[in-house]
């Protein structure tokens, strides 16, 4: 999985443990696919600022996902949910993941 990918998944599970402005900066940059400069003269904060909260956030997300593991632990459930032969179960235990 590219590390883009990556980031945004783990952004999924812990975005919001993140401020607004963080956020914001994220979301322009990765899913809206704007650059450093194009979310500065938007947001009228310099590229410097931008790109150094970016990275604090991609350094956080990581490291969340190192000490809670929430999405590995989620791929796991899955993976086991998957093998479950009763399907009834299987779907009311899909529902909660």
């Given amino acids: 999985m590219e590390d883009r990918d990556y980031l945004i998944i783990l952004y999924d599970y812990y975005g919001e443990l993140f401020g607004d402005k963080q956020r914001k900066y994220f979301e322009d940059y990765y899913f809206n696919n704007l650059s450093l400069g194009e979310i500065s003269d938007n947001l009228g904060v310099s590229r410097n600022a931008i790109y150094k909260v970016i990275k604090n956030m991609e350094e ?12 590995s632990k989620n791929i796991k459930i899955n993976d086991i ?17």
């Fill in 81 to 97: 949910i998957r093998k479950i032969d009763d399907v009834e179960l299987r779907k009311e235990l899909g529902g909660i993941f």
């Fill in 60 to 71: 956080k997300l990581y490291f969340y996902e190192e000490k809670l593991g929430m999405y």
